[in-house]
């Protein structure tokens, strides 16, 4: 009996070890903000079981979280040193589940996204393939290059939303504001990470902006992308009868970003840059749930 609860532990450690590994969270998070932009941004006009019957739309869903999930687990396997430094916790939970096995896992994910693709449409095959091809670029060799490591780390990052656009062909000025203010707001919790992960960074050698220029420097960049933040949100907030409700999301975000610089400049320490992380986080989680407010006129 004891031995049998002994496995049982083991194999519910390495289950939730995977799940850490392939950021599970994140990947729901992902799949709502996809149906969600779907439904209330890129096809309105459909009704929620028009929206949850569409099979292409169920399998792009899932092509896109699948190669995301097979995108951390590589970028796991080349940082896991890193991650021994900067995130020991975490790489305890993680190192659970062996290499091996993370690999295995890696290739049977992106066989799955090809077969998906390919079930879709067959132009949609090399999309995925160059997204897969992407995301390991990324963890093998982009990451540790200066500047490039953040900016394609966020466009990998936005992508899925790219794939509902192109699905839908829906092209309006709000769709492309909503990038523009997502992308600089993933952009800023990326470089707030390199302040975070700077130990781990500059012990193996990645040339990120704080690394190469420092902690000063880097909150001046973010600054800087923080006020542009205010450009797509200038614009968003021009499209009131659109938005409907949503449109205070965008209102609010005015001064939770100044409050983030705010604290940002007052930080040195790395449990700080965590918790701005973090609030970021929230900022980004919290626009996608907002996005069902659109349905309720102002």
Known sequence: MFLKNKHIKKYGYQILGLFASVRGYTLLTIIAAQYLSARYIFAPQHTWSHILSDQKLLMLVLATSFAIAGGYLINNFYDAEKDQINRPHKYLLENRVSSSFQLLCYGVLNFFVLVLSVIVSLRTLPFFGIYIFGLWLYSHLLKKQFWTSNVFAVLLGVTPFFVITLYFKNFSNIVFYH?????????????????????????????????????????????????????????????????????????????????????????????????????????????????VLIRFPL
Not at 222 to 244: S, W, Y
């Open 179 to 291: 990038g523009a203010f997502l992308f600089l707001v993933v952009l800023i919790r990326d470089l707030i990470k390199d302040l975070e992960n700077f130990k781990g960074d500059w012990v193996r050698q990645y040339k990120t902006i704080a690394v190469v220029f420092g902690e000063t420097s880097t909150k001046k960049v973010i600054t800087f992308l923080a006020i542009l933040t205010f450009i797509p949100i200038r614009l968003l907030l021009t499209q009131k009868e659109i938005l409907g409700t949503m449109w205070y999301y965008f209102l609010i975000a005015i001064p939770f970003l100044l409050l983030i610089v705010l604290i940002l400049w007052k930080s040195t320490s790395q449990k700080t840059y965590l918790w701005l992380h973090n609030l970021l986080k929230f900022l980004i989680v919290t626009g996608i749930l907002s996005i």
